[in-house]
C-alpha cells in the first residue's frame, strides 16, 4: 500500500468532533495522529471519502495549558476497516487561517520536543 503522507505525523491520543457540512450529523471519533496536513482518526462508522467536514479539537502544547479550540475543515481521503469495526479514517486539512496554523504548528513543535526528549532519556 502506498503511503500518501506528505509531513510527518506525532501521535496523539484525544477526542474530537467531526461535523459534516452536507448534513450537519456529528461524529465522535479519536484522533491518533496529527500533521501539518491533516489528521488520522479511529471513527465508529464508516465515513465516504471526497466528504468534506468540520474537525472540533482542543490542542494543549503544555498538560497543564488550557490549550486552544481548533475547527479546521477537511475532506476524507482515506477509509479502511479496522478492527472490532473501528474504521481508520485519513482527513486532509483544507483550510486552516494562519492563526490556526501557527498554532497547530507550534503544537507539532512540542510534541515532537517531547518525543525526542523521551528517547534520548
Known amino acids: 500500500m502506498h503511503d500518501r503522507r506528505q509531513t ?3 501521535r496523539v491520543e484525544w477526542p474530537l468532533t467531526l461535523v459534516f457540512s452536507d448534513t450537519g450529523h456529528n461524529l465522535r471519533v479519536r484522533g491518533y495522529d496529527l500533521s501539518s496536513g491533516g489528521l488520522g482518526l479511529l471513527s465508529p462508522d464508516r465515513v465516504e471519502p ?8 482542543r490542542i494543549k502544547p503544555q498538560p497543564d ?9 477537511g475532506e476524507v481521503v482515506q477509509v479502511s476497516e479496522g478492527e472490532a469495526g473501528v474504521y481508520r479514517v485519513g482527513v486532509a486539512f483544507s483550510m486552516l487561517n494562519r492563526e490556526q496554523a501557527g498554532n497547530l504548528a507550534h ?3 512540542s ?7 523521551a528517547t534520548t532519556a
Request: aromatic share 10%; hydrophobic share 35%.
Open 107 to 109: 503544537y507539532l513543535q
Open 50 to 57: 471526497g466528504t468534506a467536514c468540520r474537525m472540533k479539537f
Open 65 to 73: 495549558d488550557l490549550g486552544v479550540e481548533l475547527e479546521p475543515w
Open 111 to 117: 510534541l515532537g520536543h517531547a518525543s525526542r526528549q
Open 8 to 10: 510527518t505525523r506525532q
